[in-house]
């Protein structure tokens, strides 16, 4: 079982990213998935999070209109479309396993918004 996260990076505030978790090894399609990051000195924050089926998403208040979830259960990918970016933004993200409670976690992903 595991979830490899990648598409981080160095972007400009107001631009865009996007993250891919690839998962492996277990039944994707069973599970709701979750996206959270955690900044430097904070504890890790829940971002967002979709159903099994793609059907229902849920965002926290400070990314709301501008970061979307979605899923592909054919490729077992989850995925965190980040548009207009903010500093605040800045963080480590991570997929886990769940739409909440993760029981399984990725390595990470570093996202740096700075000009």
């Known amino acids: 079982e595991q979830l490899v996260e990648s598409g981080g990076g160095l972007v400009q505030p107001g631009g865009s990213l996007t993250l891919s978790c690839q998962a492996s090894?277990?039944?994707?399609?069973?599970?709701?998935m979750s996206w959270y990051r955690q900044a430097p000195g904070k504890e890790r924050e829940l971002v967002a999070q979709?159903?099994?089926?793609?059907?229902?998403?849920n965002y926290v208040e400070s990314v709301k209109g501008r970061f979307t979830i979605s899923r592909d259960n054919t490729k077992k990918v989850v995925a965190l479309q980040m548009d207009n970016v903010k500093p605040e933004d800045t963080a480590v993200y991570y997929c886990?396993?769940?739409?909440?409670?993760?029981?399984?976690w990725g390595q990470g992903t570093q996202v740096t918004v700075s000009s």
């Open positions: 886990g396993r769940k739409w909440k409670g993760s029981d399984l």
């Open positions: 090894g277990f039944s994707f399609n069973r599970y709701g």
């Open positions: 979709i159903s099994h089926d793609g059907r229902e998403v």
